[in-house]
Nanobody, 116 residues
Framework: QVQLVESGGGLVQAGGSLRLSCVASGRTSSTDFMRWYRQAPGKEREFVARIRWSGGSTAYANSVKGRFTISGDNAKNTVYLQMNSLKPEDTAVYYC?????????WGQGTQVTVSS
């Protein structure tokens, strides 16, 4: 079992910044990728960014490339999502996700609201 807890969401004006955190606990040694997703009202959940613990490679959705940065602290089992130049269309609940060979795990989500 792996537990994920996100934090750091809030209300920010367009152009502002937020940093989200996702703390993993449990059998974290069996996971290699950590991903961020988001879901806006009335829309499907979409991929935002991912990081691989081994090697640290990252990938981003085109919509956030150049504005968001994913990073990780392996010693703290924590993944961060630094979000800069936020836009109203970034408003969503942000979730972190990880998976083992047999199961996927999601956090409870953290709300990000960007006002225009």
């Amino acid at each position: 079992q792996v537990q994920l807890v996100e934090s750091g969401g809030g209300l920010v004006q367009a152009g502002g910044s937020l940093r989200l955190s996702c703390v993993a606990s449990g059998r974290t040694s069996s996971t290699d990728f950590m991903r961020w997703y988001r879901q806006a009202p009335g829309k499907e959940r979409e991929f935002v960014a991912r990081i691989r613990w081994s090697g640290g490679s990252t990938a981003y959705a085109n919509s956030v490339k150049g504005r968001f940065t994913i990073s990780g602290d392996n010693a703290k089992n924590t993944v961060y999502l630094q979000m800069n130049s936020l836009k109203p269309e970034d408003t969503a609940v942000y979730y972190c996700k990880t998976y083992t060979t047999t199961m996927a795990y999601w956090g409870q989500g953290t709300q990000v609201t960007v006002s225009s």
